[in-house]
């Protein structure tokens, strides 16, 4: 195993740091049986091929045929338009936002190592045709993503764009990533000829980042896919062990957990002191919230998760972290070499609120300002966990996806529900087919219809 460059600190979530509120050596001993029993779950998931995705870094033909679409993609078109939402959006944007140049649609060409990527994800009309109003069409080339091949919002742009090009630029310009078998999507790219790529049935798509899914995009950006995949299989293997202070993903599920359960802090934010990682926020929230929100029983179960960055937020957020309700564990995100740095000028010396700055660097500036702010909310009673990357690289997007993806799924026997299920969108989806008409929907738009009506009184 290449040596991990990911860290947790649980410091200040220890009762010597935070006082009462604050965690034991004892309170993770005494959730032992349910460690185990969550690690059964998960191992056992695995061996059946029922939970695939901490095996997908190994899966080296699968890769291999997205990595060389995608570098073809890549080498061919100047953009690359991905459609899709969901799992199938926020996992290669993640990727994107955090490794390439923070203005890489701003370089030059030749410098920018790959495509322009976009992201229109949702079906707004306004982002869908400004996106397709700047851009040349001949070359551009769309990924259409979709793991269930039914998605609503991505068939929307997807028929949009098949409108705009004839049947032989559909074959060159569209590339399909969804089910291998079934599904509109599958069903329409075999008539038509265009290229596909598989999503493993057994990965769920919030889950589906080293699928296709992420791995055609981030190729066609020039993405250190090698990278990104090793860091992912180190983390996994990391994940691999049984006890919590062996494996990092099981620990930051069971102490969010346990904060959650024993001190009621429901609230999980999670927030890098990195502009790059602000889409991997995004991508955090989508994993956690639908994974483990569910309803269980009579009961209700599930973590709120919030996305903040630092030292933005500390201008926001920051103020009710501190002093509001006493509902949340913050989980910072650090990395200790920038990929680029600034030395701040000295200057204006006669101002003290501004000379101590001179000669540090930018990086120092916002790693003490991290720091700061978890003593800050460690000496309030505030827990915090802080992760520490050496840099942000590819090496360490995998570490890093890999391991929220297993403290997710590790999360889910913890709260008793499957973390692999959404069945709560399903009711908002089919009031949307039955009102657009969608045949097999009746009973939803006679469901709605049967629905007190709307009353003049409650309109402003
Ligand atoms: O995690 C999930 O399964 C969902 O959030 C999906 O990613 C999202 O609904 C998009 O689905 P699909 O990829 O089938 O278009």
């Given at each position: 195993?290449t040596?991990?460059?990911?860290q947790?600190?649980?410091?200040?979530s220890?009762?010597?740091?935070?006082?009462?509120?604050?965690?034991?050596?004892?309170?993770?001993e005494?959730?032992?049986p349910v460690?185990?029993?969550?690690?059964q779950?998960?191992?056992?998931?695995?061996?059946?091929?029922?939970?695939?995705?901490?095996?997908?870094?190994?899966?080296?033909?699968?890769?291999?045929?997205?990595?060389?679409?995608?570098r073809?993609?890549?080498?061919?078109?100047?953009?690359?338009?991905?459609?899709?939402?969901?799992?199938?959006?926020?996992?290669?944007?993640?990727?994107?936002?955090?490794?390439?140049?923070?203005?890489v649609?701003l370089?030059?060409?030749?410098?920018?190592?790959?495509?322009?990527?976009?992201?229109?994800?949702?079906?707004?009309?306004?982002?869908?045709?400004?996106?397709?109003?700047?851009?040349?069409?001949?070359?551009?080339a769309?990924?259409?993503?979709?793991?269930?091949?039914?998605?609503?919002?991505?068939w929307?742009?997807l028929?949009?764009?098949?409108?705009?090009?004839?049947?032989?630029?559909?074959?060159k310009?569209?590339?399909?990533?969804?089910?291998?078998?079934?599904?509109?999507?599958r069903?329409?790219?075999?008539?038509?000829?265009?290229?596909?790529?598989?999503?493993?049935?057994?990965?769920?798509?919030?889950?589906?980042?080293?699928?296709?899914?992420?791995?055609?995009?981030?190729?066609?950006?020039?993405?250190?896919?090698?990278?990104?995949l090793?860091?992912?299989?180190?983390?996994?293997?990391r994940?691999?062990?049984?006890?919590?202070f062996?494996?990092?993903?099981?620990m930051?599920?069971?102490?969010?957990?346990?904060?959650?359960?024993?001190?009621?802090?429901?609230?999980h934010?999670?927030?890098?002191?990195?502009?790059?990682?602000?889409?991997?926020?995004?991508?955090?929230?989508?994993?956690?919230?639908e994974?483990?929100?569910?309803k269980?029983?009579?009961?209700?179960?599930?973590?709120?998760?919030?996305?903040a960055?630092?030292?933005?937020?500390?201008?926001?957020?920051?103020?009710?972290?501190m002093?509001?309700?006493?509902?949340?564990?913050?989980?910072?995100?650090?990395?200790?070499t920038?990929?680029?740095?600034?030395?701040?000028?000295?200057?204006?010396?006669d101002?003290?609120?501004?000379?101590?700055?001179?000669?540090?660097?930018?990086s120092?500036?916002?790693?003490?300002?991290q720091?700061?702010?978890?003593?800050?909310?460690?000496?309030?009673?505030?827990?915090?966990?802080?992760?520490?990357?050496?840099?942000l690289?590819?090496?360490?997007?995998?570490?890093?996806?890999?391991?929220?993806?297993?403290a997710?799924?590790?999360?889910?026997?913890?709260?008793?529900?499957?973390?692999?299920?959404?069945?709560?969108?399903?009711?908002?989806?089919?009031?949307?087919?039955?009102?657009?008409?969608?045949?097999?929907?009746?009973?939803?738009?006679?469901?709605?219809?049967?629905?007190?009506?709307?009353?003049?009184?409650?309109?402003?």
């Amino acid at each position: 195993m290449t040596n991990p460059t990911l860290q947790l600190d649980f410091n200040l979530s220890t009762a010597e740091q935070i006082g009462g509120g604050g965690l034991q050596r004892a309170d993770l001993e005494a959730l032992a049986p349910v460690v185990a029993q969550a690690h059964q779950a998960l191992t056992q998931g695995r061996r059946e091929g029922r939970i695939a995705f901490m095996d997908l870094p190994g899966q080296t033909a699968a890769i291999d045929e997205a990595v060389a679409l995608g570098r073809e993609l890549g080498a061919q078109f100047e953009n690359l338009v991905v459609l899709g939402i969901g799992g199938s959006s926020l996992g290669p944007k993640a990727l994107y936002k955090a490794l390439k140049h923070p203005f890489v649609s701003l370089l030059p060409a030749s410098q920018r190592g790959g495509a322009r990527l976009f992201f229109p994800d949702n079906s707004d009309p306004s982002t869908f045709a400004g996106l397709l109003e700047v851009l040349d069409l001949k070359r551009t080339a769309f990924a259409a993503i979709t793991k269930s091949g039914g998605t609503a919002e991505t068939w929307a742009q997807l028929l949009h764009v098949s409108s705009q090009l004839d049947a032989t630029a559909r074959q060159k310009q569209i590339v399909a990533v969804t089910d291998p078998k079934v599904g509109a999507l599958r069903a329409v790219a075999t008539k038509e000829g265009w290229r596909t790529l598989p999503v493993p049935p057994a990965v769920g798509g919030r889950f589906s980042v080293l699928t296709p899914v992420g791995l055609l995009p981030a190729a066609a950006a020039g993405i250190d896919v090698a990278a990104l995949l090793k860091g992912a299989a180190n983390m996994a293997k990391r994940c691999e062990a049984t006890t919590l202070f062996e494996n990092p993903a099981y620990m930051l599920a069971s102490v969010l957990h346990w904060f959650h359960t024993q001190h009621a802090r429901p609230i999980h934010v999670l927030m890098p002191y990195v502009d790059a990682l602000r889409e991997t926020g995004d991508w955090f929230v989508q994993l956690w919230g639908e994974s483990l929100g569910k309803k269980k029983g009579r009961e209700h179960v599930g973590p709120t998760p919030v996305r903040a960055v630092g030292a933005t937020d500390q201008h926001s957020l920051l103020q009710l972290l501190m002093e509001g309700p006493q509902d949340k564990v913050v989980v910072f995100v650090t990395a200790e070499t920038p990929r680029e740095e600034l030395t701040i000028p000295h200057g204006f010396s006669d101002q003290p609120d501004v000379a101590y700055l001179g000669g540090h660097r930018f990086s120092k500036l916002l790693n003490t300002e991290q720091y700061a702010t978890s003593v800050a909310l460690a000496a309030n009673g505030r827990p915090s966990i802080t992760i520490r990357l050496q840099k942000l690289d590819a090496f360490a997007m995998g570490e890093l996806m890999m391991l929220w993806e297993v403290a997710t799924a590790f999360s889910g026997p913890l709260y008793g529900i499957n973390p692999y299920d959404q069945p709560g969108v399903e009711a908002g989806k089919r009031y949307t087919c039955g009102l657009l008409g969608r045949p097999g929907y009746e009973g939803a738009k006679a469901e709605l219809e049967a629905r007190p009506a709307l009353k003049r009184d409650w309109l402003l």
